[in-house]
């Protein structure tokens, strides 16, 4: 079978980029693949010329070459712009890294001054209440509440079948349109590269982060969603009674995001910026910390590829209990539910795992049996290969109107527009923020005991 493979590649840097060149050598096994993405050239010499690589406009010239085409799409339009634009010409299996859409379709039509463009994309999502909010959004500035309106639905529409890392994503999608071809192929953890990763004390030593100094670490992307501000008020608390603790904040700060006030005054002490960081230095960094704080609300459906990285190499995490994050096992990390607790859990989570280290020991062990039993790249190469054989043999039983129609002007691309739905569609609302629990008495019973 041969397979034209869309996607973001090194030297991008793009965590999606990073997941297709540990892909790539273990599905090439199974299928004929040919690379496709924005900078052929670099790419080529990046994957050391091992496979074919050439452009996403090369692709569509010669898109009958190929038995199936395979997409990653994620939501920045400077990494997956083009391969969008590609799946709307030509269907394929889509790998849904998140359904989470909005800004790819922003970046697509209001970035490039095409306000007329957004409004078809939100009224064919989600009817006449999309074009609404969208003309309002246009006319007064009103904010559009992206996370109920991720505007993933073409996507699917134009799909073959989607490949996701999570069932939180599998039932969003499956809510907008059920009956979807959907797998769960869950995100893979390269092994090799975690056999060679540095210990911690390079960075420690970089830093001035004392040997001994119990480390707490936050790492990948910084956005609002990573709720920072708790983890930083969490962490003051633990510095009240252990002023040598640092905390490390690594990786590349959002340019929408201004963090320096959260860094002044107590909120800052303690704390060590060390900005985006190349992999052995990311692997390093994590093997120095004795606790990662992972948390994300809302999230999009997205799995962290850092925190797969954490996870096999055995750290004591700490996630938000919402989404795919609210999949890993119990017992293999500690859960931090979003109520009018949650600095104060979070807080007593941390000063638990500094003074009995040998509780986050047994949970990143639990974490790394878990991570090499359930997340290697051979299954999950293997189960991309199914489902490509899988849709290959039903694809001429498969909706032809979906496959020969012709998408439009949306986008920017020529022709018509797809039939749009008239009625008033309203999407399931996420949950709402307070609705859990608090878990303090739990936790507290816990420490009693």
């Known amino acids: 079978m041969r397979v034209a493979y869309l996607s973001p590649l090194p030297p991008q840097r793009s965590g999606i980029a990073d997941y297709s060149a540990e892909l790539v050598p273990h599905l090439a096994r199974h299928v004929e693949l040919e690379l496709f993405t924005d900078r ?5 010499a990046a994957l050391g010329e091992r496979w074919p690589v050439g452009s996403v406009e090369e692709f569509l010239s010669r898109s009958d070459a190929f038995d199936l085409a395979l997409y990653h799409l994620g939501n920045n339009p400077a990494f997956h712009g083009s391969i969008y634009r590609a799946l709307l010409r030509r269907p394929g299996i889509v790998v849904l890294h998140e359904y989470m859409l909005h800004h790819l379709v922003q970046g697509l039509t209001l970035a490039s001054g095409d306000a007329e463009a957004y409004v078809e994309e939100m009224r064919y999502c989600y009817g006449v209440t999309g074009e609404k909010l969208a003309r309002r959004h246009l006319a007064t500035g009103l904010p559009i509440d992206v996370w109920r309106y991720p505007l993933f639905e073409r996507v699917v529409d134009r799909s073959l079948g989607l490949l996701v890392h999570n069932h939180t994503t599998r039932r969003r999608v499956e809510a907008s349109r059920p009956g979807t071809p959907v797998e769960v192929v869950p995100h893979h953890l390269a092994l090799d590269a975690l056999e060679g990763a540095p210990d911690g004390d390079e960075i420690r030593a970089r830093h001035g982060i004392e040997r001994d100094a119990f480390l707490v670490g936050s790492f990948g992307f910084v956005t609002p969603q990573k709720r920072l501000e708790v983890s930083l008020r969490a962490f003051a608390r633990l510095r009240r009674g252990r002023p040598a603790a ?48 992972n948390l994300r609300y809302p999230s999009g459906g997205e799995t962290s590829g850092t925190l797969m990285r954490l996870l096999g190499l055995g750290s004591a995490v700490v996630v938000t209990n919402e989404g795919s994050f609210a999949e890993i096992p119990d017992g293999c990390c500690a859960k931090l539910d979003i109520d ?6 979070l807080a007593a989570l941390l000063e638990k795992l500094a003074a009995e280290p040998e509780l986050g020991r047994r949970m990143g062990e639990n974490a790394r049996r878990h991570m090499r039993r359930e997340h290697t790249l051979a299954g999950s190469a293997r189960a991309y290969a199914d489902f490509l054989r899988e849709v290959a043999r039903a694809d001429g039983a498969h909706n032809p109107s979906r496959q020969q129609a012709d998408v439009g002007v949306v986008l920017g691309l020529p022709g018509r527009v797809l039939a749009r739905p008239e009625t008033d569609l309203e999407p399931k609302p996420p949950r709402p923020l307070f609705e859990q629990r608090p878990r303090i008495e739990r936790l507290a019973r816990r420490e009693r005991n």
């Open 40 to 44: 052929p050239d670099e790419s080529r």
């Open 246 to 293: 640092r905390f490390l904040l690594a990786g590349e700060i959002s340019p929408y995001y201004d963090v320096a006030p959260l860094l002044e005054g107590d909120l800052g002490a303690g704390v060590v910026v060390t900005g985006r960081l190349e992999l052995r230095d990311l692997l390093a960094a994590l093997r120095a910390c004795d606790v990662a704080v």
């Open 340 to 345: 009018e607790t949650e600095i104060a859990v």
